[in-house]
Each structure stands twice: as structure tokens, then as C-alpha cells.
């Protein structure tokens, strides 16, 4: 497997620090007309495209690093120049490194495409930012798996907001010679921690919030939590606690990929949470570790490509947001960036033919377990309407206070 690029990894990593002042109820009930979600959340009225049109003949696109490639940064990796060629649509690229940067971007309305994580799609999509996608003008749009579409990131009212594009979970790495016995639920990182008091290692990130809920909703079903994205203030405050006294026993909050695997190296960290692509690149460099998918699952991330509502360029945007989900491409971002690909027909095309059984790309068991990270709002998730969930911008300050 190839190593990752430390900037993409870092990249991705910043999607937890965002500065969300913006997530709040304000920021995700645009004002003047428009449908209303369940929950209670407002949308525009915004149509998809029709029927396609003449390439415009250029299209730009805000993006991860490591999803849009031309071979500029390495000769060996480009799967967007034959699409220039095919398409007639030359691509600029921008990237970001983090959520809140490509929804400030998005805003400005310069940009056609977005590849949008979960805990920015909402927001894109109730700002009016973004539209609906005509999925039929979309080729590649069937070979998607279908547990990736119409989610309650990338679908509101049963209307698609964007092709999905790849995923993958958050997981529960340990040292094997150090933790015995090999834990199997995150009583590892929270309630049952034993000899590693002072070597967890948790992300530093408001979204790891979601997986105090999730451990909380699988252990204290008293709580009444249905979604961990979804928590009204009683529910957050058990998630703060919880995070609070799992502080004592955490060694390191990281967000840096060679850090986390440095520390697991040289045994600072023995437990916590981490991603796939980080534990292949430990057990290269020698590392005793192994990773499992906790019997309460985990949470994860799903990206989706998504067209500015402004875009001056929605032919070329089609044509790329088809190409860039399409066999080969999704094949290649997939095997560069370290995730599974969306469109199921990829795994035949990966250069390394085990990377789709790393990375649990057809085990839709596996992702049953998975709950996409996703943007908290005021209207809850779980579809409550009989109370206001705690917002992003609540996170965040809770966060603050966790972690002192």
C-alpha cells in the first residue's frame, strides 16, 4: 500500500478543527421561501438541473487534497488531464483543510464543485449553496452502493444533494503486546481502561463528541439517544461527563497522523481511536498494533460531490462529479487517499487488489455499524420535534471546556 501523503492526512485530520460559529440554527435556516425538512430544518427551494448543455469549457472545484490529481504534484498520479481532454472542460483545483474553510469558500459562490464531508453538507445544502443533483445525468450514479445514497447527510426530503464519493471508520487501534485482552467495544477508551490509564490517545476534535454519544447510546439506553449527532442538551451534557472523566486516563488528544503513530510505536499510547489507513501505515513501520470496529460500532466519514447552486459551469460540473465517481478515477482517488470507493465497480480496477477487503469496501455489514460523521442542528436529526438538539456551535464550546 502506498505510504499516505502526510498533507493529505493532515487535511483530513483538520475537518475536527473547525471554527464552527457558523453552525448554529442561523447559519442552517436561510431566510425567504422554502420546504421544510423533517425536524424542522429550512431548505430552499432550489431545482436540479434539467438536462445537460454544452461543456462551458472550464469548471473549478474545491477539494480535498489528494481527490482532484492532474500529475502536477506527482507525474504518476492524474486522472483528471484525460478528462480535460475527453470533456473539453479544464479543471482548476483549490483545496482546503478543513469543513469550515470550504463552507466560507463555497459562499463566495467562485467555485462549481465541492467534495463536501458530512459535517459541512447540511449547512451547504440549507444556506442554498448547493442544489439537488438529477441523478440521471449522472451515468456512473447506479454503480454508487446504495447504502451511501439518500442519507441524512447528502439527501434532505428525499431529494439527492450530490454523488457520494468514498468512506470510511473511525476505529479502535491498541498496542497487542501491551492491552490484554483484546478489547472489543470503546469501554476501552471510556469505562474499562484499567492499565492504560495516562496511554489513551482520543481525536481532538468537537465531532469526537459523537462517539461518547454513540458509546452511550448502545450502554444507557435510558438516555434515549437514536442518533449521536442528535443530542438535546440532557444528552450532550452525559457525553460531556463522560469525555470529562475519560480526560484523567488520556495521554494525548491527537489530529496528527505521525504523531498517533509515533506514540503507538513507542508505547505513550496503547488504545484509542484512530482510521484504517493509519494503522496499515503503523504495521509498515513496525508497530505492534491491530484495529477493530467496537461491538457498539463507530463513526465514520462519507464524502459527497456537490454543485454550487451559483456554478456558471453545471455541464462541466456533471461531467467531472461523473467522472470523478466512475470506476477508475474513484479506483485511483480511493487507493491515494486511503478509504473505500463509492462506486462498487471500483474494486476491479485498484492497482492493489486487497485494497477494497482493507478497507471493508463491499462489507455492507461492516458499514451497518458505521454512523457518518454529520452536522449537528437545532432541528434534530432523529426527527424529535418535540425538542431543540444542541448545534454545532454548542459542540465546540463544550469541547473548549473538556478539554481546559
Known amino acids: 500500500m502506498r505510504r499516505p501523503n502526510p498533507l493529505r492526512l493532515a487535511a483530513i485530520a483538520a475537518v475536527g478543527a473547525l471554527a464552527l460559529g457558523a453552525c448554529g440554527s442561523s447559519s442552517t435556516t436561510p431566510s425567504g421561501s422554502g420546504s ?52 473539453g472542460c479544464e479543471v482548476s483545483v483549490k483545496t482546503f483543510g478543513t469543513s469550515d474553510e470550504a463552507v466560507q469558500l463555497m459562499r463566495t459562490g467562485q467555485y462549481d464543485v465541492v467534495s463536501a464531508s458530512g459535517d459541512a453538507t447540511l449547512r451547504l445544502i440549507a444556506a442554498g449553496d448547493v442544489e439537488p443533483i438529477n441523478t440521471s445525468l449522472l451515468k456512473n450514479y447506479g454503480d454508487i452502493f446504495e447504502s451511501l445514497k439518500m442519507q441524512k447527510h447528502n439527501s434532505v426530503n428525499g431529494v439527492a444533494y450530490g454523488a457520494p464519493h468514498g468512506r470510511g471508520a473511525n476505529l479502535l487501534m491498541y498496542r497487542t503486546d501491551l492491552v490484554s485482552p483484546a478489547p472489543d467495544s470503546w469501554a476501552a477508551v471510556f469505562d474499562n481502561v484499567g492499565g492504560q490509564k495516562g496511554k489513551v490517545t482520543a481525536y481532538d476534535s468537537p465531532i469526537y463528541i459523537a462517539d461518547a454519544a454513540l ?67 503503523a504495521k509498515g513501520e513496525g508497530a505492534k498494533v491491530e484495529a477493530v470496529l467496537p461491538k457498539e460500532g463507530a463513526t465514520g466519514w462519507s464524502d459527497t460531490w456537490m454543485l454550487s447552486a451559483k456554478s456558471q459551469a453545471k455541464t462541466c460540473g456533471y461531467l467531472l462529479i461523473d467522472h470523478l465517481t466512475s470506476p477508475k478515477a474513484n479506483a485511483a482517488i480511493a487507493e491515494y487517499f486511503g478509504e473505500a470507493p463509492g462506486n462498487k465497480k471500483a474494486c476491479a480496477e485498484t492497482a492493489d487488489k486487497n485494497h477494497c477487503a482493507t478497507f471493508h ?37 463544550a469541547w473548549t471546556e473538556i478539554r481546559g
Open 36 to 87: 421544510t425538512a423533517p425536524g424542522g430544518m429550512k431548505v430552499p427551494d432550489l431545482k436540479p438541473l434539467d438536462k445537460l448543455g454544452t461543456a462551458e469549457g472550464k469548471v473549478s472545484v474545491l477539494a480535498w487534497p489528494g481527490y482532484v490529481e492532474d500529475g502536477s504534484n506527482d507525474p504518476k498520479v492524474d486522472w483528471i488531464s484525460d478528462f480535460e481532454k475527453a470533456s
Open 215 to 281: 458509546y452511550l447510546m448502545k450502554t444507557k439506553p435510558d438516555l434515549g439517544i437514536k442518533n449521536p449527532y442528535a443530542l438535546d442538551e440532557k444528552q450532550l451534557a452525559a457525553a460531556v461527563d463522560l469525555l470529562k472523566a475519560q480526560k484523567a486516563n488520556v495521554g494525548e488528544y491527537w489530529s496528527d497522523y505521525l504523531k498517533q503513530i509515533q506514540a503507538f510505536k513507542a508505547g505513550t499510547s496503547t488504545v484509542g481511536t484512530t482510521w484504517q489507513v493509519i494503522v496499515n501505515v
Open 361 to 397: 469496501a463491499e462489507d455492507e455489514a461492516y458499514f451497518s455499524q458505521v454512523w457518518y460523521w454529520n452536522t449537528p442542528i437545532e432541528a434534530c436529526l432523529d426527527g424529535r420535534t418535540d425538542v431543540k438538539c444542541t448545534d454545532y456551535a454548542t459542540w465546540t464550546k
